[in-house]
């Protein structure tokens, strides 16, 4: 046993850089971990976890606390590695060898690779049995989701208690962690032969409503577009809303979708052709774009309110409207039918024909002969096709993800064409008749793999030739034209390609030992008896980022229909519930209500995380441990957390960020998703904690911070995500104590202390980049470089990423689950309220992160707002420099600035008075047309002023953009005869602005222009 006082590696050392390098490779490979059973979003990677979890469990050798029994066995489970290195052997006399070989094994463990083979399995197994003695420790997850700590607790031979207040979560949890280890080969053996007699029934059933063309040719995907009518008088042609008419894009194969304006006396329409494009120019224009619809044949434009009544008229026009005799009259338009011909996996592609909607028609009529036997029979059970609410949505929390409401979506049913809901309603009547209770669920789960690409919003991927995720960002925005997949088939979106993942999935699944609990709880209350647990590791919910009910009811609907009598599907808390439970769930939206009636906002969620953080701490052991998961790059969502963690009772003794690449997975404002998820370790604080001098803690800080962020940037962790990952030292100071008192005896709050942290971290960046004069400026210090300066590095050195070279802007380019369907996010539908239209170029980090950091540096935001940052919706915007150049040179422009430079005396106020110059009459604001280099029409600054060190260097720049070379080393030879600041940034923006970025290439070029 390891006494208590003994840290754990967990607490001293962690192979970050290792660990992340396998946990990326994870999400990115085919590696057939659990999220691949069922979507769940931000599902951790299975090797971090393993990894952390085995850090969390093992005694560090340098301890003097550890036990010599510990290092004895630890170094026999080693030893006896047969694909250890020689080197081990030796390395193992000392402690420190010993916690290095531990280490390194740990991030060994990362590797799926290494972790699938046996050996390497028992020698954790055997290392955390030398720890803990026979009896396997208890570890337990509160928010469990879709499973993966307790399953690699499992793995590792520790038993484990898995809860969620979620009931399509606790499903996939039940599934993987008691049925999977206990009747996997049960599975193995039926599934296939379940699924293909499921898959006869259905296609007898449904093969009529997808019939293959006359050719031979078999139907792969149906490509719709929903369809509103042109406003404009004298018009009234149909408008099918379509963001590209691009059908095959790879660089072997093109084809395109273009059409004809068919004008015969009434109402113009369109014929349409599938052809080859030649070149990008020959494929037209789609006819949506922010939700503004375009005519094809009159041009009109429909603002978006017209384009969402007229959608929502039709409850969100997933359908086509036939008239009687089964002509289409409206609604839904078939714009394109992928097909295959026999033998071949290439697509072919063909316009629509009376056959196809003739197909549809049936299938509406096959439908609505179901609905009407289900109301003649009273309505009993659930209704075929699912009529529950889908969500408001809206507001600025988590129902952000939702809009469908506003397109009539109000049913989870409209979310699906008739064909679909009645292929989904088969589908879910044969489960439900045919699998034995073991394997039913795992058949269910086959269906929501169906459904993610059998509903209406799931788009073409056009260079995949393929449909793709639905659920790529964790949200369900409005999608304008859909792809319907054969479920039938054997194509992608098939009750077969489903299957041909699961049962690779059961095939590598190793782990036989099942759960010891699984439980739908609210983690706010305890379940386990205190004292029992020896690990409470958990990967709590991220705030306001992933709404994680509402998205799960999606699936449920469907999984609810095919395991009617589930005991698993219900809301324990209420059992009146027709979706997945809402109430109780620890979520920032304050559209939605707590049990009290309480809006779900900061304060409710920093409850919910202190009621949780309350119990782990009763039911840890006295000398158990902690780990907590946190990937979100907001402060709110960080500070909600830690104080859930300190007041909840426990102090953090550790802080691991890993890059498990979450940012194409956390949906968010802007640049609200950290690359990296800090894993922070903490222990039960102890009832008589001493009190902390404040004092004290802030002399502690900053050498902490220092210290930590070198090492991390040693291990490539960079901007946003070493900010964040600087909360856990900063933390484990000041959690320490049970209080911290000023000298006056005031107590410290949390809040207070954090502004201090990001203080500290802000100065300590700004002395990296800058310099130690920066770093300690208030304003107008001495030689420290002015406030727009230091605010324009901290800005740039923040949005450094960790996984990319580039700064992301939290919009990467993941799928649900990251393998060959992932969605092409490129084209966003919806419009964006209130915006100027297109996206704007410049670098984003979220307000408060800015505000947060400036702050306290002296630099005010607001002083700078439309000169070098710009503030809207709560994301601040980097002016990029070429749109400076009306403020910097006035609307006589750099050219005629350029020739002053050229023809005066190079002497620095000769340069100072070129910038800046007096306007003429009061600065006009022009409208936002196109932009083009170079050439910006902005001048709301307000009155002349000092040109700043930056505003030279900026002025600089866009005279190199201009490729005014004269008056650039004109300007160059009187910076340099002025001091030494001008270069000072110049090399230090040269060295923080992205690879690839127009300003770093202006920057360098501008700085070759230097004189020596
Ligand atoms: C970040 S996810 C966990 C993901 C998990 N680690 C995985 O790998 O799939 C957070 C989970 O907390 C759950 N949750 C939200 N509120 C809860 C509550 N009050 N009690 C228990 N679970 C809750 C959500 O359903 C969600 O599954
Ligand atoms: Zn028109």
Redesign the pocket.
């Given at each position: 046993m390891i006494p208590k006082e003994c840290k754990r590696l967990a607490e001293v050392d962690f192979p970050i850089a290792v660990v992340s390098r396998y946990a990326r490779a994870e999400k990115d490979s085919r590696v057939a971990h659990v999220p691949r059973l069922h979507v769940?979003p931000?599902?951790?990677p299975g090797g971090a976890c393993r990894s952390i979890l085995l850090a969390l469990l093992l005694p560090d050798p340098c301890d003097p606390a550890c036990p010599k029994q510990f290092k004895d066995s630890a170094a026999e489970a080693l030893l006896a590695l047969r694909s250890r290195p020689e080197r081990w052997s030796k390395q193992m006399s000392t402690d420190e060898g010993l916690r290095g070989l531990l280490l390194e094994f740990i991030g060994r463990l990362a590797d799926w690779g290494d972790a699938h083979q046996a050996p390497v399995v028992r020698c954790a197994q055997a290392l955390i049995g030398a720890a803990h003695g026979d009896e396997p420790p208890l570890v337990v997850?509160?928010?469990?989701?879709?499973?993966?700590?307790p399953l690699e607790a499992l793995r590792l031979g520790c038993d484990a208690a898995s809860?969620?207040?979620?009931s399509v979560?606790l499903l996939i949890q039940s599934t993987v962690l008691e049925l999977m280890p206990r009747h996997i080969d049960e599975m193995i053996e039926t599934l296939p032969s379940i699924a293909a007699s499921i898959r006869s029934a259905a296609e007898r059933e449904l093969g009529p409503f997808y019939p293959k063309d006359p050719n031979g040719f078999e139907p792969a995907a149906y490509l719709w577009a929903r369809c509103i009518r042109c406003e404009a008088p004298n018009c009234g042609a149909e408008i099918p809303l379509v963001r590209s008419f691009w059908l095959a894009k790879r660089a072997h194969r093109q084809r395109a979708l273009r059409y004809e304006v068919i004008h015969s006396g009434g109402v113009p329409s369109l014929r349409w052709e599938v052809f080859e494009p030649r070149r990008a120019d020959d494929v037209p224009h789609g006819t949506v774009s922010r939700a503004k619809a375009t005519c094809p044949c009159c041009g009109a434009v429909l603002a978006p309110d017209r384009v969402r009544s007229q959608l929502a008229e039709q409850n969100g026009g997933s359908n086509v409207a036939f008239n009687t005799n089964g002509q289409r009259r409206a609604g839904a338009m078939l714009l394109a039918v992928a097909s295959v011909p026999p033998g071949d996996d290439a697509r072919s592609y063909r316009v629509a024909t009376d056959a196809d909607y003739e197909a549809v028609w049936k299938a509406q009529q096959r439908l609505k002969q179901i609905l009407h036997e289900w109301e003649k029979n009273g309505r009993q059970g659930l209704c075929p096709v699912p009529d529950e609410p889908t969500p408001a949505g809206g507001g600025s929390g988590a129902g952000r993800a939702f809009s469908i409401q506003k397109y009539g979506m109000l049913r989870w049913g409209d979310l699906f064409t008739a064909r679909q809901s009645l292929a989904m309603a088969t589908l879910c009547r044969l489960i439900h008749d045919s699998a034995p209770a073991n394997v039913r669920p795992i058949v269910a789960l086959l269906i929501s793999k169906v459904i993610d690409l059998n509903n209406a919003l799931t788009v073409w991927h056009n260079v995949g030739e393929r449909p793709a995720h639905m659920l790529s960002r964790w949200a369900i925005p409005m999608k304008w034209d859909f792809v319907e997949p054969i479920p039938i088939s054997q194509f992608s979106g098939s009750l077969d390609t489903a299957l041909a993942r699961t049962m690779h999935l059961l095939r590598e699944f190793a782990v036989r030992r099942p759960a010891q609990l699984i439980q739908q709880?609210?983690?706010?209350e305890q379940i386990l008896p205190d004292a029992s647990v020896a690990v409470w590791f958990t990967?709590?919910?991220?705030y306001d980022a992933i709404p994680?009910?509402d998205l799960s009811d999606f699936f449920f609907v469907w999984l609810r229909r095919a395991l009617p009598d589930d005991a698993r599907l219900k809301d324990r808390y209420d059992p009146t519930n027709a979706l997945t439970a809402k109430v109780?769930?620890?979520?920032q939206d304050e559209q939605r209500r707590s049990a009290c009636g309480q809006p779900k906002d900061k304060a409710y969620f920093e409850k919910?995380m202190r009621e949780?953080f309350a119990v782990g701490r009763r039911e840890l052991r006295d000398d158990g441990i902690g780990s907590v998961v946190f990937a979100h790059k907001t402060t709110e969502g960080w500070e909600a957390l830690l104080s859930g963690i300190i007041n909840g009772g426990w102090t953090i003794t550790g802080s691991w960020p890993l890059a498990t690449e979450m940012s194409s997975r956390l949906r968010a404002r802007d640049s609200a998703a950290l690359d990296t998820s800090v894993h922070l370790v903490c222990r039960p604080r102890p009832d008589d904690a001493p009190v902390g001098d404040w004092g004290e803690v802030l002399r502690e800080l900053p050498r902490r911070v220092e210290a930590w962020m070198d090492r991390l940037q040693d291990e490539g962790v960079r901007g946003a995500d070493l900010v964040f990952a600087c909360i856990g030292p900063a933390l484990e100071i000041f959690s320490r104590y049970s209080k911290v008192e000023t000298a006056e005896g005031r107590e410290v709050p949390l809040d207070e202390y954090l502004l201090k942290v990001w203080e500290v971290v802000g100065r300590t960046a700004l002395n990296q980049v800058l310099g130690t004069a920066e770093g300690r400026a208030r304003n107008g210090a001495a030689g420290a470089l002015e406030e727009d300066a230091r605010l324009t590095a901290l800005f740039l050195w923040t949005l450094q990423s960790t996984t990319e070279e580039s700064p992301s802007n939290g919009n990467g380019n993941g799928g649900a689950d990251g393998d060959d369907e992932d969605a092409d996010e490129s084209d966003e539908d919806e419009e964006e309220a209130g915006s100027s239209g297109r996206k704007k170029k410049g670098f984003s980090l979220i307000f408060d992160v800015a505000r947060r950091f400036a702050q306290p540096l002296g630099i005010h935001l607001e002083a700078w707002e439309k000169r070098i940052i710009e503030t809207e919706k709560g994301v601040v915007r980097l002016i990029p420099v070429l749109e400076r150049a009306n403020q910097l040179f006035g609307e006589e422009g750099a050219a005629s600035v350029a020739d002053r430079l050229e023809r005066g005396p190079a002497t620095a106020a000769a340069a100072q008075m070129m910038l800046f110059p007096e306007p003429a009459a009061p600065p006009k604001v022009r409208g936002r047309g196109r932009r083009t280099k170079g050439n910006v029409a902005d001048s709301e600054f307000e009155t002349r002023r000092e040109a700043t060190t930056l505003d030279r260097v900026h002025a600089a720049m866009l005279l190199q953009a201009s490729g005014r070379a004269n008056a650039l080393r004109a300007l160059l030879k009187a910076e340099v005869e002025r001091g030494p600041d001008f270069l000072r940034l110049a090399n230090a923006l040269s060295a923080l602005y992205p690879q690839g970025s127009d300003e770093k290439r202006l920057l360098d070029a501008m700085l070759l222009a230097v004189p020596r």
């Amino acid at each position: 046993m390891i006494p208590k006082e003994c840290k754990r590696l967990a607490e001293v050392d962690f192979p970050i850089a290792v660990v992340s390098r396998y946990a990326r490779a994870e999400k990115d490979s085919r590696v057939a971990h659990v999220p691949r059973l069922h979507v769940w979003p931000a599902a951790r990677p299975g090797g971090a976890c393993r990894s952390i979890l085995l850090a969390l469990l093992l005694p560090d050798p340098c301890d003097p606390a550890c036990p010599k029994q510990f290092k004895d066995s630890a170094a026999e489970a080693l030893l006896a590695l047969r694909s250890r290195p020689e080197r081990w052997s030796k390395q193992m006399s000392t402690d420190e060898g010993l916690r290095g070989l531990l280490l390194e094994f740990i991030g060994r463990l990362a590797d799926w690779g290494d972790a699938h083979q046996a050996p390497v399995v028992r020698c954790a197994q055997a290392l955390i049995g030398a720890a803990h003695g026979d009896e396997p420790p208890l570890v337990v997850d509160p928010f469990a989701g879709g499973g993966v700590i307790p399953l690699e607790a499992l793995r590792l031979g520790c038993d484990a208690a898995s809860m969620d207040l979620n009931s399509v979560a606790l499903l996939i949890q039940s599934t993987v962690l008691e049925l999977m280890p206990r009747h996997i080969d049960e599975m193995i053996e039926t599934l296939p032969s379940i699924a293909a007699s499921i898959r006869s029934a259905a296609e007898r059933e449904l093969g009529p409503f997808y019939p293959k063309d006359p050719n031979g040719f078999e139907p792969a995907a149906y490509l719709w577009a929903r369809c509103i009518r042109c406003e404009a008088p004298n018009c009234g042609a149909e408008i099918p809303l379509v963001r590209s008419f691009w059908l095959a894009k790879r660089a072997h194969r093109q084809r395109a979708l273009r059409y004809e304006v068919i004008h015969s006396g009434g109402v113009p329409s369109l014929r349409w052709e599938v052809f080859e494009p030649r070149r990008a120019d020959d494929v037209p224009h789609g006819t949506v774009s922010r939700a503004k619809a375009t005519c094809p044949c009159c041009g009109a434009v429909l603002a978006p309110d017209r384009v969402r009544s007229q959608l929502a008229e039709q409850n969100g026009g997933s359908n086509v409207a036939f008239n009687t005799n089964g002509q289409r009259r409206a609604g839904a338009m078939l714009l394109a039918v992928a097909s295959v011909p026999p033998g071949d996996d290439a697509r072919s592609y063909r316009v629509a024909t009376d056959a196809d909607y003739e197909a549809v028609w049936k299938a509406q009529q096959r439908l609505k002969q179901i609905l009407h036997e289900w109301e003649k029979n009273g309505r009993q059970g659930l209704c075929p096709v699912p009529d529950e609410p889908t969500p408001a949505g809206g507001g600025s929390g988590a129902g952000r993800a939702f809009s469908i409401q506003k397109y009539g979506m109000l049913r989870w049913g409209d979310l699906f064409t008739a064909r679909q809901s009645l292929a989904m309603a088969t589908l879910c009547r044969l489960i439900h008749d045919s699998a034995p209770a073991n394997v039913r669920p795992i058949v269910a789960l086959l269906i929501s793999k169906v459904i993610d690409l059998n509903n209406a919003l799931t788009v073409w991927h056009n260079v995949g030739e393929r449909p793709a995720h639905m659920l790529s960002r964790w949200a369900i925005p409005m999608k304008w034209d859909f792809v319907e997949p054969i479920p039938i088939s054997q194509f992608s979106g098939s009750l077969d390609t489903a299957l041909a993942r699961t049962m690779h999935l059961l095939r590598e699944f190793a782990v036989r030992r099942p759960a010891q609990l699984i439980q739908q709880a609210d983690a706010s209350e305890q379940i386990l008896p205190d004292a029992s647990v020896a690990v409470w590791f958990t990967d709590p919910p991220y705030y306001d980022a992933i709404p994680y009910a509402d998205l799960s009811d999606f699936f449920f609907v469907w999984l609810r229909r095919a395991l009617p009598d589930d005991a698993r599907l219900k809301d324990r808390y209420d059992p009146t519930n027709a979706l997945t439970a809402k109430v109780r769930e620890a979520v920032q939206d304050e559209q939605r209500r707590s049990a009290c009636g309480q809006p779900k906002d900061k304060a409710y969620f920093e409850k919910k995380m202190r009621e949780a953080f309350a119990v782990g701490r009763r039911e840890l052991r006295d000398d158990g441990i902690g780990s907590v998961v946190f990937a979100h790059k907001t402060t709110e969502g960080w500070e909600a957390l830690l104080s859930g963690i300190i007041n909840g009772g426990w102090t953090i003794t550790g802080s691991w960020p890993l890059a498990t690449e979450m940012s194409s997975r956390l949906r968010a404002r802007d640049s609200a998703a950290l690359d990296t998820s800090v894993h922070l370790v903490c222990r039960p604080r102890p009832d008589d904690a001493p009190v902390g001098d404040w004092g004290e803690v802030l002399r502690e800080l900053p050498r902490r911070v220092e210290a930590w962020m070198d090492r991390l940037q040693d291990e490539g962790v960079r901007g946003a995500d070493l900010v964040f990952a600087c909360i856990g030292p900063a933390l484990e100071i000041f959690s320490r104590y049970s209080k911290v008192e000023t000298a006056e005896g005031r107590e410290v709050p949390l809040d207070e202390y954090l502004l201090k942290v990001w203080e500290v971290v802000g100065r300590t960046a700004l002395n990296q980049v800058l310099g130690t004069a920066e770093g300690r400026a208030r304003n107008g210090a001495a030689g420290a470089l002015e406030e727009d300066a230091r605010l324009t590095a901290l800005f740039l050195w923040t949005l450094q990423s960790t996984t990319e070279e580039s700064p992301s802007n939290g919009n990467g380019n993941g799928g649900a689950d990251g393998d060959d369907e992932d969605a092409d996010e490129s084209d966003e539908d919806e419009e964006e309220a209130g915006s100027s239209g297109r996206k704007k170029k410049g670098f984003s980090l979220i307000f408060d992160v800015a505000r947060r950091f400036a702050q306290p540096l002296g630099i005010h935001l607001e002083a700078w707002e439309k000169r070098i940052i710009e503030t809207e919706k709560g994301v601040v915007r980097l002016i990029p420099v070429l749109e400076r150049a009306n403020q910097l040179f006035g609307e006589e422009g750099a050219a005629s600035v350029a020739d002053r430079l050229e023809r005066g005396p190079a002497t620095a106020a000769a340069a100072q008075m070129m910038l800046f110059p007096e306007p003429a009459a009061p600065p006009k604001v022009r409208g936002r047309g196109r932009r083009t280099k170079g050439n910006v029409a902005d001048s709301e600054f307000e009155t002349r002023r000092e040109a700043t060190t930056l505003d030279r260097v900026h002025a600089a720049m866009l005279l190199q953009a201009s490729g005014r070379a004269n008056a650039l080393r004109a300007l160059l030879k009187a910076e340099v005869e002025r001091g030494p600041d001008f270069l000072r940034l110049a090399n230090a923006l040269s060295a923080l602005y992205p690879q690839g970025s127009d300003e770093k290439r202006l920057l360098d070029a501008m700085l070759l222009a230097v004189p020596r």
